[in-house]
């Protein structure tokens, strides 16, 4: 019998993950298992994913950040990937997404899995053009991959199901094109043997499998923009609306689903395409990649995409994956995954204090607390990466003479006579 979190809040039972969800995100578990019910939160978390911590995705929700790992065809090895998800599990991550493409995906993927105690993403199609080549795509071939994901326990597929042929032609006329992988590889096969998309054409065959395992499907943006010049335009909103179709046949079939968003966004129609797929998708989590805000950065698109993805996240989205400084440039190793980690934990922690999230602040709170009486120990502790804070002290501490970077009553910006916290500590006490 098929059994699915979404199947389970409909007929009114409290899950063991809903209530662990709930938990964390401080609101009852009656009123998580309504969402959930509703298809506006989804709990990823395949019935062979032994080690799962259950995590929460929805617009009313803390919001997520999600770290792309995964080796290529020129690069990378299954130690370093393994690598790659210690490092964006301790810089917060609070799913990943395994994208391999080069030899050795699926013992990449059973190892991931034994390892990672939050929920794993794949993109089927990538397994698929490793295996057979980009002129294997075939239906039998898709729910085969699928379903040998699920059964090693795969929490969440992305699958670009919403890329129908005819929108085609729409991508073609943009600045740059098609930019998603799975999309262009997919645009490629549909005109070379002029058929459809087979994952659209086979969506009612993967549902089943998903249905089986309980997979979370994230709808993939196969005609995401890939720079500013094509924000917005037929082509993304046209698939768009193709999602929103295939939410509501998720819904129907019992499978948790949500949708993946844009890339390259400008700062002003970023509200504008959250509040779209709010109306076109019925609600459904939405996972936006950035969106990079300007196009022109190298090196630090971890830094453009973060800040169009704090208000990505403020103005409704549930999900953000991070983009690494290596985006446009190269894989990224695990120093990137740190970095394009920290950067998405500070984006989605704002937006979660703008939109005043339960409990949201207490760490903002509790060390701006311990400023304020000069406890170095405790704001380190606090911080969102300690490591980084203490050598900083360190480094400013040591260029100044001094080495203890616990124990003074100012920092080496202002010094003693011009640290406007101990003056202000001094006048409470003459006030007082």
């Known amino acids: 019998m098929a059994y699915t979190q979404l199947l389970a809040a409909r007929a009114g039972e409290i899950t063991g993950q809903m209530r ?13 298992r309504a969402l959930v019910a509703d298809g506006k939160v989804v709990i990823p978390s395949n019935i062979n994913h032994k080690s799962l ?48 493409t080069g030899g050795n995906v699926a013992q990449i993927r059973r190892a991931l899995l034994e390892r990672a105690q939050v929920p794993l993403g794949t993109v089927p199609v990538y397994e698929i053009v490793a295996r057979y080549g980009s002129d294997g795509i075939s239906g039998e071939r898709i729910l085969q991959v699928i379903r040998e994901q699920a059964e090693q326990g795969v929490d969440y597929m992305t699958i670009h199901a919403g890329l129908l042929r005819r929108y085609v032609p729409l991508a073609l006329k943009r600045k740059l094109g098609i930019v998603s992988r799975g999309g262009a590889l997919l645009a490629a096969w549909m005109n070379k043997f002029e058929k459809e998309n087979p994952f659209y054409e086979y969506f009612d065959d993967i549902l089943q499998i998903c249905l089986e395992y309980d997979v979370t499907l994230s709808l993939g943006d196969g005609l995401r923009p890939g720079c500013l010049a094509d924000a917005s335009d037929d082509a993304q909103f046209a698939e768009l609306n193709t999602l929103g179709e295939l939410v509501r046949r998720c819904r129907a079939a019992g499978v948790q689903s949500m949708v993946e968003g844009p890339g390259h966004v400008p700062l002003d129609q970023i509200e504008m395409n959250m509040l ?27 830094l453009t995409a973060a800040m169009g993805g704090m208000l990505g996240a403020f103005y409704g989205a549930a999900m953000l994956c991070y983009v690494t400084p290596k985006e446009h440039l190269g894989l990224p190793e695990k120093d990137d995954v740190a970095r394009g980690m920290t950067a ?89």
């Open 20 to 32: 662990s969800v709930a938990e964390k995100e401080f609101i009852s578990a009656e009123e998580l």
């Open 53 to 100: 911590v259950p995590c929460g995705i929805g617009r009313k929700l803390r919001t997520k950040v999600n770290a792309n790992i995964g080796n290529s065809t020129q690069a990378s090895c299954p130690g370093n990937e393994y690598e790659k998800l210690e490092v964006a599990v301790k810089y917060g991550a609070d799913t990943v997404m395994d994208l391999s």
């Open 276 to 302: 779209k797929e709010r109306e076109l998708c019925g609600d459904a989590p939405f996972y936006i990649l950035g969106p990079v805000v300007i196009d022109c950065a190298p090196g630090y698109d971890h």
């Open 344 to 432: 998405f934990k500070i984006a989605a922690h704002a937006a979660d204090i703008g939109l005043h999230r339960p409990h949201a602040r207490d760490r903002d709170d509790a060390i701006s607390d311990a400023r304020a009486v000069f406890d170095w120990e405790k704001q380190f502790a606090l911080a969102l990466e300690p490591e980084r804070a203490v050598k900083y002290r360190q480094e400013a501490l040591a260029a100044s003479g001094k080495t203890d970077c616990s124990n003074s009553e100012y920092c080496t910006m202002c010094g003693p006579e011009f640290c406007s916290v101990r003056l202000s500590r001094k006048l409470k006490e003459t006030v007082q």
